[in-house]
């Protein structure tokens, strides 16, 4: 079998030609907004990142870590960010070269691995734009520490996180039948099976430990927070919290 991120590129590749929605990129209209001011930009699936979280991006040293598709990074770009995106799907590096030549603005785009250490020098960035995504592998604490050494001191950290809720049920129509934590499918055939058949790609429960600890012990100091919902489906309709998204800073 193919390793675990080998199948979840090829399963968002097969998700983008069917429409999925983070692989839409922006319209002119859209770029020609935030060029003007107007602007938001996605963590999580439905509520936007408060732009204060930001600061003043114009001239700033962006990293879209695992950001492809072209929704945020041409945003930064028009805001006069000098960006880089970095993603292991070849389908959302496509919709940044797309959008990066229809409005005429230079980004540096990368396909590489977030499971391995990432090809980039220390302090290096700005600011690191993580919207959710290590969802999709299986050691997120490693991805944290690289996270810090490829910062700037002072630069910041935006990250969206899964908190574990969806993978509490097989079927979350079907309340009653419950995973059992930590949701690895690398670790259960029968699991990878069922994902594989229901072209979820491979997933993985993290817990807070992991993924706010981790900030923590890489050396962040955690600033904000805030929940958001699904978007859609029972746990959405039932107002249920499934992600988080954070702001640290590299002391």
Partial sequence: MDHYQDINAATIDRWIEEGWEWGIPISHEEYESARNGCWNVLLSPTKPVPHEWFGDLKGKRVLGLASG???QMPIFAALGAVCTVFDYSERQLESE???SEREGYEIRIV???MTKPLPFKDGEFDLIFHPVSNCYVQEVKP???ECYRVLKPGGILLSGLDNGINFLFVDENNREELCTFPFDPTKDPGLMGQMLEADD???FSHTMEEQIGG???AGFRMTHLYED???AGILHEHNIP??????AVKE
């Fill in 242 to 247: 499934c992600f988080l998204a954070t702001r």
């Fill in 143 to 145: 991805i944290f520490k």
């Fill in 69 to 71: 598709g072209g929704q």
């Fill in 111 to 113: 396909r590489g691995d």
């Fill in 215 to 217: 900030q923590l012990e």
């Fill in 201 to 203: 790609g491979v997933q």
């Fill in 97 to 99: 070269r797309l959008v």
């Fill in 229 to 231: 919902t699904n978007g």
